[in-house]
């Protein structure tokens, strides 16, 4: 059995943890010796943090789009693939979080996270747009909120590996609503890049993210990584409330994938009109 939170204040790193985080950071910058597969280029100006995604699993639901678009703010288009719009829940764990010429700092660099998200295109930019992010780091919530303008979440949250199993659980501790999550999933087959045209390429290969802040302005966020490494996954779900407020997930997801790592970089939120 494998906890995947990481150490927390006051207890020890595990062994090689210092290292392993320092290599992450490495892997981080190496991810931008490789962008032909990139719709657009990579912004000209610095990229802000890094960031790895571990364990990840993509459960997508397929709605109807007149479900989802009131959710969505008007300023951005929705996408569809095949008539349909696409919903996802993403449980996953974060490390090696740090600003551009740092390294990961133990104890602040890794949390679990799970995303609630969509997909919308704006000037022919492909994005995601997040109905919610749910973290277990108070200090990663309060500072996504201020510098991205986004909505996050603190929840107690929980990640162990079994075997070939990830079993999650999470519960949301501040907000408005209750949000809660808990199942198990893995993966059961080899990874491979989504090919261009593919639903799988539809959904993932995307390469920012859009907000409306609180005074209506488009923002959007670039980020960089290699194309997925997708693993078709199954999962067992035993309590899922993720979704918005007037969403009933239609029983199991449609498409369930999974990866094991992912290195990213990206920028800092900027006018969406600014290229």
Not at 79 to 94: C, E, H, M, N, Q
Request: aromatic fraction near 10%; include cysteine; proline fraction near 10%.
């Amino acid at each position: 059995m494998e906890r995947l939170a990481g150490a927390g204040p006051g207890q020890p790193l595990p062994d090689g943890m210092q290292l392993d985080l320092l290599r992450t950071a490495a892997r981080q910058r190496a991810s931008l010796d490789r962008t032909e597969h990139r719709p657009w280029p990579v912004p000209e100006r610095s990229w802000f943090q890094g960031q790895t995604w571990e364990r990840l699993l993509f459960a997508h639901w397929r709605l109807p789009e007149e479900a989802l678009r009131p959710l969505v703010p008007p300023e951005l288009p929705l996408d569809t693939y095949d008539g349909s719009a696409w919903l996802a829940v993403t449980p996953f764990r974060i490390s090696g979080l740090r600003l551009r010429g740092l390294p990961p700092l133990p104890f602040l660099s890794t949390f679990l996270e799970l995303n609630v998200r969509t997909y919308v295109t704006l000037r022919g930019k492909p994005g995601i747009y997040f109905f919610s992010l749910d973290a277990a780091s108070r200090f990663a919530v309060g500072a996504a909120r201020r510098m991205y303008k986004l909505p996050y979440f603190h929840a107690r949250m929980s990640a162990e590996r079994r075997g070939e199993w990830v079993e999650y659980a999470s519960e949301r501790t501040n907000g408005r609503r209750a949000a809660s999550f808990r199942g198990r999933y893995r993966p059961t087959g080899e990874p491979r890049e989504p090919a261009a045209g593919t639903l799988e390429h539809f959904l993932t290969e995307r390469y920012c993210l859009y907000v409306v802040d609180e005074r209506r302005d488009l923002q959007r966020a670039d980020i960089h990584h290699v194309p997925w490494p997708l693993q078709p996954a199954e999962a067992e779900i035993e309590e899922d409330s993720m979704a918005p407020d007037g969403i009933d997930l239609p029983g199991g997801p449609a498409l369930l994938h999974y990866s094991e790592r992912l290195d990213v970089v990206i920028w800092a939120i900027a006018p969406a009109e600014h290229g």
